[in-house]
């Protein structure tokens, strides 16, 4: 197997370039030995089966592929979420199966006609960084989270104060 590494320019402003490997020589070799052909050497929908009914390292791997390949974190908050962007529908589904297999909570949504994989909850979002390998993200997000949230209660707390205090005028 003989691959080459290019990269693929910036897609837009902010946006850095891509690296692209592509295989050269018998790709189709390649492709059968990771699933991605089945015996008939048909293109596999979705994940390989054997993928992900994985041991929890091999899901955790599945997860940290996609993440870097097409994920993004949002800062924790009201609006907390972990997105992966997938090709199909039914790597999707095969993701959303992945994350409940080690005990995650995800959905499978269509954003603007594009297949995508949300976690929302908090405490999801950190268990999944977790089982992935992001020690250093997970540390960062935790303090993010846990700064918005004094401040949240402090600012309901003022705001109840302040209500009391009309309502006591």
């Not at 693929?8 to 946006?15: I, N, T």
């Not at 940290?64 to 097409?70: H, I, V």
Request: charged share 25%; glycine share 12%.
């Amino acid at each position: 197997i003989r691959p080459q590494r290019g990269t693929l320019p910036a897609g837009g402003v902010g946006k850095p370039e891509r690296h692209l490997v592509r295989v050269v020589e018998d790709g189709e070799t390649l492709a059968r030995q990771t699933g991605l052909l089945d015996q008939r050497r048909r293109p596999i929908r979705g994940l390989p089966n054997r993928l992900t009914t994985g041991n929890p390292a091999e899901l955790a791997a599945i997860w940290r592929g996609a993440f870097l390949a097409a994920g993004s974190l949002t800062d924790p908050g009201r609006s907390a979420a972990l997105e992966v962007g997938c090709p199909t529908q039914e790597s999707a589904m095969a993701l959303v199966g992945a994350a409940g297999r080690l005990g995650v909570a995800a959905k499978a949504r269509d954003v603007r006609g594009l297949p995508r994989v949300l976690v929302r909850e908090g405490e999801a979002i950190g268990r999944l960084i977790g089982r992935m390998g992001g020690t250093q993200t997970l540390a960062d997000w935790e303090s993010q989270r846990s700064v918005r949230e004094v401040r949240a209660k402090t600012n309901r707390l003022v705001n109840f104060d302040d209500a009391n205090l009309r309502r006591s005028a």
